[in-house]
């Protein structure tokens, strides 16, 4: 695929992310808990992280109206983005407010971004607003001073400790979104070719066995050649790529049991040795397995 086809199609994972069940209670829960905002972003977006949330910050709000201090907020953004590409970045803003962001990957792709943030991890005081009034003039100098100290000491705050189990709680989050979008990926769209919905519905049944996609390419009726061409156009993978994401996931499942042994789940999900096995885990789920296991039964206890 192209990479602006490539970009159209992880726009509409986080589309298809964002509307989920699953999304949609973690973000109400999140908001009426924390009292911060949260967004999905795709990796590619450019517009401001929480402009129209329900938490939205009420100073921050009254800062995108300026074009300057919507400029710099912009900054902050990109920068946050940029650098949480591999793990998750916290950056303070000119005003003192904290933004953070979470990469959400699938194996080895970015494909978008958990965001909260607009937080102080300190009370406010007249001391720091007279730093900010004279920063906000800077940007703005029409600004209206007391508007702005009456929204700026209306920010949220937490202690530092407090925040950083909200940026943890995101992080598992973001590990259960990662492994939903993979399952989003190899869901059957209606759009596809009818062989094409055949063939995933023989992996489904049979990712155990020792599949080549030339078995596969049997089983619907194609020459090995036309079907690799079609596969690959249909669902943006190779099959080697797909088997390997459907088995990865079939593990996935058998590790909600803390009694079945890593190995075990290996073997039964049709991985034919350790060593393949942790390289294409590490490489689609961007962790090694030992790692994924921890990250969930913490999460869960």
């Known amino acids: 695929m192209?990479?602006?086809?490539?970009?159209?199609?992880?726009?509409?994972?986080?589309?298809?992310?964002?509307?989920?069940?699953?999304?949609?209670?973690?973000?109400h829960a999140f908001r009426e808990t924390t009292g911060l905002p949260l967004r999905l972003r795709a990796a590619d977006a450019f517009d401001l992280m929480h402009h129209g949330d329900p938490k939205e910050s009420a100073f921050c709000a009254l800062m995108a109206q300026s074009n300057h201090s919507c400029s710099a907020c912009l900054m902050v953004q990109k920068w946050v983005e940029e650098a949480a590409r591999g793990v998750t970045k916290t950056h303070q803003c000119f005003a003192g407010l904290y933004e953070t962001a979470i990469p959400i990957r699938v194996g080895e792709k970015l494909i978008a971004f958990l965001e909260t943030g607009q937080v102080?991890?300190?009370?406010?005081?007249?001391?720091?607003?007279?730093?900010?009034?004279?920063?906000?003039?800077?940007?703005?100098?029409?600004?209206?001073?007391?508007?702005?100290?009456?929204?700026?000491?209306?920010?949220r705050v937490l202690t530092a400790r407090q925040y950083e189990a909200i940026v943890r709680l995101l992080e598992i989050f973001a590990l259960h979104?990662?492994?939903?979008?993979?399952?989003?990926?190899?869901?059957?769209?209606?759009?596809?070719?009818?062989?094409?919905?055949?063939?995933?519905?023989?992996?489904?049944?049979?990712h155990a066995d020792d599949l080549s996609l030339s078995r596969v390419a049997?089983?619907?009726?194609?020459?090995?050649?036309?079907?690799?061409?079609?596969?690959?156009?249909?669902?943006?993978?190779?099959?080697?790529?797909?088997?390997?994401?459907?088995?990865?996931?079939?593990?996935?499942?058998?590790?909600?049991?803390?009694?079945?042994r890593i190995s075990e789940a290996a073997f039964e999900a049709g991985f034919q040795s350790l060593s393949q096995f942790n390289r294409v885990f590490r490489r689609i789920s961007g962790e090694a397995p030992s790692g994924y296991r921890i990250r969930l039964h913490s999460a869960g206890g």
């Open 120 to 155: 102080l991890l300190h009370e406010p005081t007249a001391g720091h607003f007279t730093q900010l009034a004279r920063a906000t003039l800077k940007l703005d100098s029409r600004a209206d001073l007391k508007r702005v100290e009456a929204a700026y000491f209306q920010t």
């Open 177 to 206: 979104l990662a492994s939903l979008s993979n399952q989003f990926a190899l869901r059957t769209a209606n759009s596809e070719p009818p062989a094409i919905k055949r063939a995933r519905a023989f992996i489904a049944e049979s």
């Open 218 to 260: 049997k089983a619907v009726n194609m020459s090995a050649c036309y079907f690799c061409k079609l596969f690959k156009g249909a669902t943006g993978m190779t099959f080697t790529e797909y088997l390997a994401a459907v088995r990865v996931e079939k593990v996935k499942n058998l590790m909600l049991n803390p009694q079945v």
């Open 2 to 27: 192209s990479a602006e086809q490539l970009a159209l199609a992880r726009r509409g994972l986080v589309e298809q992310l964002s509307g989920s069940q699953i999304y949609r209670d973690y973000e």
